[in-house]
């Protein structure tokens, strides 16, 4: 997964950025992310999310299999959100593409786009990838390295958070237009070429008249001893989006999960809508397991992962949209 610590000529090649630049937008984070005074509570009105409504689409998630494009799993999970989406969503777009990647396989790639509170013109887009890695490429055990990751976590976490938000989208209709998007494609390839994949083709093709004014993603946020420090990515491109959802956390009394220090770059779906004009911020906890062991191995499970953790992602996303967004 493209999830490791991007080097820095990665970082030149997708952002052409400097470091003396990311020091100073980064510095400038740490005192200028959450202000002291928010106020405490949640918006009124705001509907309550349910930890436990994430986690049992997880275990669904994983009991499909590997949803690598192209097997059974793949097919059997687009067909089950797609009908969650459409008994939830004002309106849904199925958008089927291919891709051949470096080794000359051809892959057939789904991404899904619900829309909510389509009456609105101001919008944002919150989104997951729903894929899951081929292959467990961080196992200790070489034999164990070409089992396909579960992906409870990595892939199911933030598609679980998505679909437990749909249902809560309809019941109340939010003060901001939200399109709740799952990606495919962003775990498969060894290299970034084939990574990405399914964030690229919307920053690609979203038109204007669509076009979100922010986005947010949700990667690995299911961890039970869960912490989500800012994304240095994120702070420099996306440091409004970042604030918003940070002060979130702390009206909520989450300051403890969400620190306000800054970790490092990490080159994930967030890059290709940022690269496309689309801020973006990425929360994710990529310290998953002692030491990370839990990453791209046959480990992560869903005993890996805490309702309770959903649950306090879920409320926080609520809490952005619901606050105005």
Same mark, same amino acid.
Not at 62 to 89: C, N, Y
Not at 254 to 272: K, L, Q
């Given at each position: ?54 986690? =049992? &689409? ?6 499909? #299999?590997? !949803?690598?494009?192209? $097997?059974?799993?793949? +097919? ?112 498969? =390839? &060894? ?6 994949? #399914?964030? !690229?083709?919307?920053? $690609?093709?979203?038109? +204007? ?117």
């Amino acid at each position: 997964m493209c999830r490791d610590q991007i080097t820095p000529a990665a970082q030149d090649r997708f952002l052409s950025v400097t470091r003396s630049t990311v020091f100073v937008v980064v510095t400038s984070l740490l005192s200028s992310c959450v202000v002291e005074s928010e106020p405490v509570g949640p918006t009124p009105g705001s509907p309550a999310f349910g930890g436990a409504v994430a986690m =049992g &689409h997880v275990q669904t998630q994983v009991d499909f #299999g590997p !949803r690598i494009p192209g $097997t059974e799993g793949h +097919e059997a999970q687009l067909s089950w959100m797609l009908k969650l989406m459409r008994e939830h969503a004002a309106a849904v777009v199925v958008d089927t593409f291919t891709h051949v990647t470096t080794n000359g396989d051809t892959l057939g790639l789904t991404n899904l786009l619900g829309r909510f509170a389509p009456e609105h013109s101001r919008r944002i887009v919150i989104l997951a990838h729903w894929d899951t890695r081929p292959i467990s490429d961080q196992a200790s055990d070489s034999a164990d390295q070409v089992i396909p990751v579960p992906g409870a976590n990595d892939g199911g976490s933030g598609t679980a958070i998505l679909l437990a938000l749909a249902p809560l989208l309809a019941a109340e209709p939010p003060p901001v237009g939200v399109d709740i998007l799952l990606v495919d494609g962003e775990d498969y =390839g &060894h290299g970034i070429e084939d990574m990405l994949l #399914g964030s !690229r083709r919307y920053a $690609t093709t979203v038109s +204007e008249e669509d076009r979100p004014v922010y986005g947010l993603l949700l990667d690995m946020v299911g961890d039970a001893e869960p912490s989500f420090p800012v994304e240095q990515i994120s702070a420099q491109f996306a440091n409004p989006i970042v604030q918003k959802v940070w002060r979130a956390a702390e009206r909520l009394g989450y300051r403890d999960y969400f620190p306000t220090s800054v970790g490092p770059p990490i080159t994930d779906d967030h890059v290709p809508l940022i690269q496309n004009g689309i801020p973006t911020a990425n929360v994710i906890d990529f310290t998953y397991g002692p030491n990370n062991s839990y990453w791209h191995t046959p480990e992560d499970t869903p005993d890996k992962v805490s309702a309770g953790t959903l649950g306090i992602v879920g409320q926080v996303v609520v809490e952005l949209i619901y606050s105005g967004g």
